[in-house]
């Protein structure tokens, strides 16, 4: 088992930034890939980005590319989501996930979820 906490959401203005983080506590977390999705009002989970355990594989939507960093700490436990240059339409709950397969934007893939954590971009 994997438990995922995430903080670091809240209010920005659009131009603004925001790092998210995703504390996992339980079994090994250098053992898994991580992701983070976020789902808007109205809309379904969408991916935004993928890394690998190692840190040396990350894909990302096509919607983050180039605004949007992931990264993880394995000593840490942590895993983040830089995101600069934010946009109305970035504003959603974001979630990190966790699974044991690899890098992949398949949400069904991820067998550990977090609680999420509320971005709203504001003009």
């Known amino acids: 088992q994997v438990q995922l906490v995430e903080s670091g959401g809240g209010l920005v203005q659009a131009g603004g930034s925001l790092r998210l983080s995703c504390a996992a506590s339980g079994r090994t977390f250098s053992s898994y890939a991580m992701g983070w999705f976020r789902q808007a009002p109205g809309k379904e989970r969408e991916f935004v980005a993928t890394?690998?355990?190692?840190?040396?594989?990350?894909y990302y939507a096509n919607s983050v590319k180039g605004r949007f960093t992931i990264s993880r700490d394995n000593a840490k436990n942590t895993v983040y989501l830089q995101m600069n240059s934010l946009k109305l339409e970035d504003t959603a709950v974001y979630y990190c996930a966790a699974n044991e397969w690899g890098t992949t934007i398949a949400a069904h893939v991820y067998n550990y979820w977090g609680q999420g954590t509320q971005v709203t971009v504001s003009s």
């Open positions: 890394i690998s355990t190692t840190g040396g594989t990350k």
